[in-house]
């Protein structure tokens, strides 16, 4: 069972549309990260969110860490193709520092 | 600067041949980890170090070995590969269990 589900798996759109990804867990975690992989690329980390409830924005980039801390969303307006990536959400469970787990990832085209 | 570097960035290696991966780091983190990425799916951690604590998840296979004779240096040794084997190989750093990863650009194994 993966602790964190995050969908949607695949996501293809046109340049200048929104979309939003989601990132969902049964479990509490102290922080989450999002991160961004391009192709031959590590994943770089995009913004790390730690209180429930928190809103961090980064230039068209939006996320939201839910209240209860099980949650995050990433929000992406007028997508461009320099966006295009892999799209990965990673948290620490509460009381756990030993292991990041990743959520399964979402693999996003921006069309031109 | 890479903070966190793969060598090399491409290995090509026979089926049962050894082969040994290297990592770097200028962080002076205190944790290193070694991931396997396959084709679009999250990285899938197999052991990380912290300091000198080796930590080996339980589904690794034994095939999988790693040795951190200093707090820069990390290496990944398969010993014999396989045709599953052939993936993306990512370290990453943190600076303690919790912090975000800093991750290398990986090295691209094939196995022939």
């Known amino acids: 069972t993966q602790l964190l589900e995050q969908s949607p798996q695949f996501l293809s759109i046109q340049e200048g549309e929104n979309l939003t990804v989601y990132c969902n867990s049964s479990s509490v975690f102290s922080s989450l990260q999002w991160y961004r992989q391009e192709p031959g690329e590590g994943p770089v980390l995009l913004v790390t969110?730690?209180?429930?409830?928190e809103v961090k924005k980064l230039k068209r980039l939006t996320f939201q860490f839910g209240d209860a801390r099980k949650d995050s969303s990433l929000h992406i307006t007028a997508a461009q193709p320099g966006d295009t990536g892999l799209y990965l959400c990673?948290?620490?469970?509460?009381?756990?520092?030993?292991?990041?787990?990743f959520g399964s990832g979402t693999q996003l085209t921006v069309l031109p | 600067d890479a903070m966190v570097i793969q060598n090399p960035r491409y290995q090509v290696t026979q089926f049962g041949k050894p082969v040994t991966l290297s990592c770097s780091q200028t962080?002076?983190?205190?944790?290193m980890y070694w991931y396997q990425q396959k084709s679009s799916q999250a990285p899938k951690l197999l052991f990380h170090y912290y300091d000198k604590d080796f930590n080996n998840e339980a589904d690794t296979p034994d095939n999988f070995q790693s040795r951190r004779p200093n707090t820069s240096f990390c290496f990944l040794d398969i010993r014999s590969p396989g045709l599953g084997d052939a993936a993306m190989y990512l370290c990453?750093?943190?600076?303690?269990?919790?912090?975000?990863?800093?991750f290398g650009n990986g090295t691209r194994l094939t196995v022939t």
């Open positions: 990453a750093t943190s600076r303690v269990g919790g912090s975000p990863l800093h």
């Open positions: 969110v730690v209180t429930g409830g």
């Open positions: 990673a948290g620490w469970v509460s009381g756990s520092a030993r292991q990041l787990t």
């Open positions: 962080l002076n983190h205190n944790v």
